[in-house]
Nanobody, 120 residues
Framework: QVQLVESGGGLVQAGGSLTLSCAAS????????MGWYRQAPGKQRELVAT???????NYTDSVKGRFTISRDNAKNTVYLQMNSLKPEDTAVYYC??????????????WGQGTQVTVSS
């Protein structure tokens, strides 16, 4: 089993910045892609950004140029640097990690979520 522990959420004013962290621990065989998702009130959970073990990155269009995802493979930790925050970024942010058990088998893990609130 893999546990994901998130930190870094909080309350900021529009235009401000926050950095989220998510550390994976437990019985880890191999962590593949890690990423961040968010869920705003009344909306579906959506992808924010992902980063593969090899460093391939994808962002949703709404955060491109403002958010930066990175990872430290030695620490099994993924980060999300969020700049120029907007009220519409307000959501619970969830860390996600894919565990590579075999070449053809993956398991998905989720963090507990951390609240990001951007005031206007």
């Amino acid at each position: 089993q893999v546990q994901l522990v998130e930190s870094g959420g909080g309350l900021v004013q529009a235009g401000g910045s926050l950095t989220l962290s998510c550390a994976a621990s437990g019985s880890i065989f191999s962590i593949g892609t890690m990423g961040w998702y968010r869920q705003a009130p009344g909306k579906q959970r959506e992808l924010v950004a992902t980063i593969s073990s090899g460093g391939r990155i994808n962002y949703t269009d709404s955060v491109k140029g403002r958010f930066t995802i990175s990872r430290d493979n030695a620490k099994n930790t993924v980060y999300l640097q969020m700049n120029s925050l907007k009220p519409e970024d307000t959501a619970v942010y969830y860390c996600n990690a894919g565990e590579v058990l075999r070449s053809n088998l993956r398991r998905n893990y989720w963090g507990q979520g951390t609240q990001v609130t951007v005031s206007s």
